[in-house]
């Protein structure tokens, strides 16, 4: 049984958190045949968090700089869980000590950086993977099966959204996601890239695409210490911020193997505390989901007889293993701290065994590649291609 040891660096946020978690539990669901991890070093830039976090990994070495555990020889994977200007950097420098790199989405500011990032990883030989956990819950693995298997047939259109309200009311406080020093892509690579990434894991790779980005409340009062859903009640005495990167996007997309898309998404969307829905058209059928019945795909069938066509509801159950590994009935729903307990049994395996899975930095680079050609598009407001690689 291989132990791999993992650093987590910002380990006091809420992926920081949910990634400690998921390292330390999977075993109980997913056994040690494939091996098993421990947390050996969480990396906080706030000292007064040391004693909270060594209390959540006993035994781990608690630190102020992320650069301590880089070229620790003791540490196998860097697991970057920090604010997104700072994944590129940090990715990089543990590329080339020679880790494996789990990072946190969006994996990096651009697509050329991203692709630094997948080229560098190429040569090291080492395991990367992009934290976009939302495809990993079984139900996606089902209409990926349907698709490949050519049940809905040729796809002909991607339907896709995710809208929360954090910044619904123009009096929610800033925090560091509107500012586009710490986030350059804002809710494009923030939200944006979940929608991508069922698009890069069902459909395939985007050709072209025409956004509309747009900044909705241009400034929020400041709170100190506030971080997403956090409440507090406003003084009157706060200082302003401006939001300097977009609240919300629209585009229209072509993918490479000639279907459309239509996508939007956003965090302002008042009243939408979480939304995300895809559908997918094909010539013989479609698919269709909504996070609101998080294991359940609805399934379109032409080879139903006339009079009795119509979407099917499909609940995900043990049939499936990644399911099974957490409950022997279907429709118990798993959320999506289930989905990143899957994604951490899927990295460490990936390690143990020298087997890449998706998403690597690769399937990342393209990720970044919408985000970029989204904030190209809306500055110049034209459609902008996507090369291939």
Known sequence: MTDVKVAVLGGSGWMGRIHTMAFQTFPHFFGTSHGTARVVAIVDRDPARADDLARRAPGAKILQDWRQVVNDPEIDLIDICLPDNLHFEVAEAGLKAGKHVFCEKPLANTAAEARVLADLAREQGVITRVGHAFPRNPVHDLAKEIIEAGEIGEIKMFKGCQHIDVFGDPLAPFMWRADGDLAPTGIVGDTGSHVFSFMEFLVGRVSALIADNLILTPKRPVVDGLAIGGQTELTGEERWAEVTNPDATNLLCRFENGAAGLVDFSRTATGRK????????????????????????????????????????????????????????????????????????????????????????????????????????????????????
């Not at 009795?308 to 118990?332: K, Q, T």
């Not at 390690?351 to 190209?376: L, R, S, Y």
């Open 274 to 389: 979480f939304r995300q829905t895809y559908e997918i058209y094909g010539t013989k059928g479609s698919l269709a989901y909504d996070y609101d019945e998080v294991n359940r795909l609805r399934f379109y069938s032409h080879e139903d007889r006339p009079g009795r066509a119509g979407f099917r509801a499909i609940d995900v159950g043990p049939e499936h293993p990644s399911y099974r590994a957490f409950l022997p009935l279907p429709n118990f729903g798993l959320g999506y701290n289930e989905s990143k307990i899957i994604e951490a049994a899927e990295v460490i395996r990936s390690i143990t065994t020298k087997t890449p899975m998706w998403p690597t930095f690769e399937n990342g680079h393209h990720i970044c590649q919408i985000v970029d050609a989204c904030m190209e598009s809306s500055r110049l407001k034209r459609w902008v291609e996507i090369p291939s690689t």
